[in-house]
């Protein structure tokens, strides 16, 4: 067939056509965290390393962004407005949700980056010469970095690495932690023995092991236990009472928050007139702090620091408070009270307050057949088949629930009080023989851990975990036994709890 272009009027080839060159100017570009525009990406770029020191590229190739999480982390940075100092250790967490995916600001230049010609320029080696934009006609191919500047950028990836390290580890140890969870109690046995005119009865606690916090920090990121938590009303407003009622402790000091959270106690803390409050956090919970903090225009009183207590450097020497939320499951449980006492040791003045400042460790003697029949007996019959060696796992696991306190057959023994003012770690692992008085034939079928918290101050607050008061997040640890006890109202139990 013929080709008619020469009739139509045109007398162009396509080899010879030339792109229209047009004077239109480069669209202004906002700063990912202030408002100063710019004429280009790669100026932006610069200012945003300079100024704020946040390092696109650096931070892209860490965190080996692919094009929609780049998109993802581009439209975070617009809506959430985070400090820069949050990229130092992310793990990029926080901008996962697809909604990030939508972007902020129409026709953002910087969406229509590609990626991978960022990572190119990244293992070319060509720090801080990247135009965002695609246009490379004015980038260098090498720069000069000072060699100070240059060990920085070395040491942040080595941090980095150590970070990862650490994550992989925590996220391999994640299920051995919860098995400590539910094994804490590794052994329950209950015998009888004849003693005059009563009888007694020796129950051993065993190897109640608390020590191991890999994965500790991991579970705090979720906000489903902040969420559980914070509507704990026992809880919370007895931390708020005994900060607000005691607010000249708090007046014009400076104050440490050790595993803030939300930083809901930090915030108790301004409000009572502190001067300063620093709060630290390991999980990645502190990013909605910051976010919390400046929500409630306190960043200018409460700053956040994420780290453990233990590694991270303070802006001063000494504190006048500490306050801290560091109770687990039947109170040792997650092995944070050590950190709240390095803290102590570290930081705090002579003189100064731990709130809360004294707390005790109680068991109880209980009888439900129900539960026991549910939890134990179900072994012995699943569905037609005998599976009793479960039964023996079984008990040796502690279980977290509510108890009943018309289920109570027994008087309440303390088997652990620690004054927070002078306790040592070493307190921690202790060994404690108690008993308890029967107070009503039936039969035994699990032994209840509570504690309480005391706040012993000139306004005093308190508040228990046990059955019998009103009922918290930390609900009651049971301790079943093998097979159900009968016992006699007046009898004692002689019981030892060891290895804690």
């Not at 803390?269 to 702090?289: E, P």
């Not at 207590?309 to 000494?318: A, F, I, M, Q, T």
């Not at 599976?387 to 057959?409: H, L, N, Q, R």
Request: proline share 3%.
């Amino acid at each position: 067939m013929q080709n008619d272009t020469d009739d139509s009027g045109s007398d162009f080839c396509e080899e010879e056509w030339e792109e229209p060159v047009t004077d239109a100017p480069a669209p202004s570009l906002i700063c990912l965290f202030c408002d100063v525009l710019h004429t280009d990406a790669l100026t932006m770029y610069l200012h945003c390393k300079q100024e704020h020191g946040f390092c696109l590229k650096e931070i892209a190739q860490r965190l080996r962004l692919d094009d929609f999480e780049y998109i993802k982390m581009i439209n975070y940075i617009r809506s959430q407005r985070p400090p820069s100092q949050l990229f130092v250790s992310t793990d990029g967490a926080v901008w996962k949700d697809d909604t990030y995916l939508k972007p902020v600001i129409p026709d953002d230049a910087l969406l229509q980056f590609d990626i991978e010609g960022l990572e190119d320029d990244l293992s070319e080696g060509n720090h801080g010469n990247c135009d965002l934009t695609g246009d490379k006609s004015h980038v260098q191919e090498s720069v000069t970095l000072p060699r100070c500047e240059y060990e920085g950028i070395l040491s942040c990836l080595r941090t980095a690495e150590e970070k990862v390290a650490l994550l992989q580890h925590q996220l391999t140890h994640a299920q051995q932690t919860m098995d400590k969870m539910r094994t804490f109690v590794q052994d329950l046995v209950m015998t009888t023995g004849q003693t005059d005119a009563s009888s007694a009865t020796t129950s051993a606690l065993q190897s109640l092991s608390c020590g191991d916090d890999s994965s500790y920090f991991m579970s705090y990121a979720h906000h489903a236990i902040h969420d559980e938590m914070l509507k704990d009303r026992v809880r919370t407003e007895s931390y708020r009472d005994a900060i607000l009622q005691n607010s000249a402790l708090f007046r014009d000091k400076v104050v440490l928050d050790v595993g803030c959270g939300t930083g809901i106690l930090s915030m108790f803390a301004a409000k009572a007139g502190a001067r300063s409050v620093i709060a630290v956090d390991m999980s990645d919970v502190v990013y909605q702090a910051m976010d919390i903090v400046r929500e409630n225009k306190l960043e200018n009183v409460v700053s956040v620091i994420r780290g453990k207590v233990e590694e991270v450097s303070l802006p001063v020497d000494k504190v006048d408070v500490i306050i801290s939320e560091w109770m687990g499951y039947f109170l040792l449980f997650e092995s944070m009270l050590d950190s709240v006492l390095y803290a102590r040791d570290t930081w705090l003045v002579e003189g100064g307050h731990m709130f809360p400042n004294y707390c005790s460790l109680s068991l109880v003697a209980v009888s439900n057949s129900r539960k026991h029949r549910e939890r134990i007996g179900f072994w012995q019959d699943v569905y037609g088949f005998q599976m009793s060696c479960m039964a023996s796992v079984v008990v040796k696991e502690a279980v977290v629930e509510t108890v009943d306190p018309e289920d109570i057959i027994s008087t309440e023994a303390t088997v652990k009080e620690l004054d927070l003012n002078i306790c040592s770690s070493a307190e921690l692992d202790f060994t404690s023989d108690f008993s308890l008085k029967v107070t009503k034939n039936c039969l035994l079928t699990a032994v209840v851990g509570s504690f309480d918290i005391r706040f012993d101050l000139q306004h005093p607050v308190s508040f228990s975990t046990s059955a019998s008061q009103r009922s918290t997040h930390w609900k009651q640890t049971s301790f079943y036994l093998r097979e159900p006890l009968a016992v006699c109202q007046g009898e004692s139990l002689a019981l030892l709890l060891c290895e804690f």
